[in-house]
């Protein structure tokens, strides 16, 4: 599987999904190819002289004793050119490393990210999805070789993030924020405090943090600080301590938010 489109857009997101939904938890390995960028690199994936083992062979071997699952090759484009000739160049549902060791791929997904094409996507702005298609599968065709392109079987191209799906990134992120947030006052009160959202809080949230270059990218940084932020004040500030069992955050004036204690029941 190949996944193109700009950064930001969900491509790793959607590989984790189908992992998930497909082996269940565990079932992927990952590789950033950025980390094998330089040829002295290589070889601590691939493999080397003397029978040295990579770590590609632990990831595969590790992938087939769990019964399958997705191996992933994000941001292609960064690796080192042999990187991709060696990860590509599957013959029979095998792949041989360096060392010569032959590593059985059967059962076995491989997904490859890219980024090839964002910078022209962004600036090509609202288009058509066929246009947007088409031009980022040009742009991957020239970036791959024909034999290689011809290897996979399924193309998926991310366009830009509608608001409603920025805002369903918004909400996914918030929600684990404030959970892990709850369960760390939990522990330093000594009873369970429960945080609460307002309704306006996302929208808020989802217009700071996307980024029409990077996409939802920056959101995760952004949800992060302001709820931080926001519980930090009241703690300072003495609105938020042991016997607070319940707290708001709400959008403030200006930028940010703020958070203050639940006196009653607040409705969503």
């Not at 970036?143 to 799906?165: C, K, W, Y």
């Not at 943090?209 to 703690?235: F, S």
Request: charged content about 20%; hydrophobic content about 45%; aromatic content about 4%.
């Amino acid at each position: 599987m190949l996944l193109l489109g700009p950064t930001g857009t969900g491509k790793t997101r959607a590989v984790k999904e189908a992992s998930a939904y497909l082996y269940g938890p565990g079932a992927l390995a990952r590789i950033d190819a950025a980390e094998f960028a330089s040829a002295e690199r290589v070889p601590l994936l691939l493999g080397g002289s003397h029978g040295h083992e990579g770590l590609l062979s632990g990831l595969v071997g590790s992938l087939g004793r769990s019964g399958g699952g997705i191996l992933l090759l994000d941001e292609i484009e960064k690796a080192h050119p042999s990187v991709a000739d060696h990860l590509l160049g599957i013959e029979d549902g095998s792949v041989t490393t360096a060392s010569g060791r032959r590593l059985d791929l059967s059962g076995l997904h491989l997904a490859v990210t890219s980024n090839v094409g964002s910078a022209g996507a962004v600036e090509m702005g609202e288009v058509s999805p066929a246009s947007l298609r088409r031009y980022v599968e040009q742009e991957a065709s020239a970036q791959f070789r024909p034999e290689v392109f011809a290897r996979f079987t399924a193309v998926l191209v991310f366009g830009h993030l509608s608001r409603d799906v920025q805002l369903d990134v918004c909400r996914q992120m918030l929600d684990d924020e404030v959970a892990f947030q709850a369960g760390r006052l939990s522990e330093a009160f000594g009873h369970p405090h429960e945080i609460r959202v307002s309704p306006e809080v996302c929208g808020r949230l989802a217009g700071e943090g996307w980024h029409r270059r990077l996409g939802a990218r920056p959101m995760r940084n952004v949800v992060e600080r302001r709820v931080r932020e926001a519980l930090v004040g009241a703690r300072l500030a003495g609105a938020l301590g042991p016997g607070v069992r319940a707290s708001v955050l709400a959008a403030a004036r200006g930028e940010g938010l703020r958070a203050h204690v639940a006196r009653s029941p607040v409705l969503l």
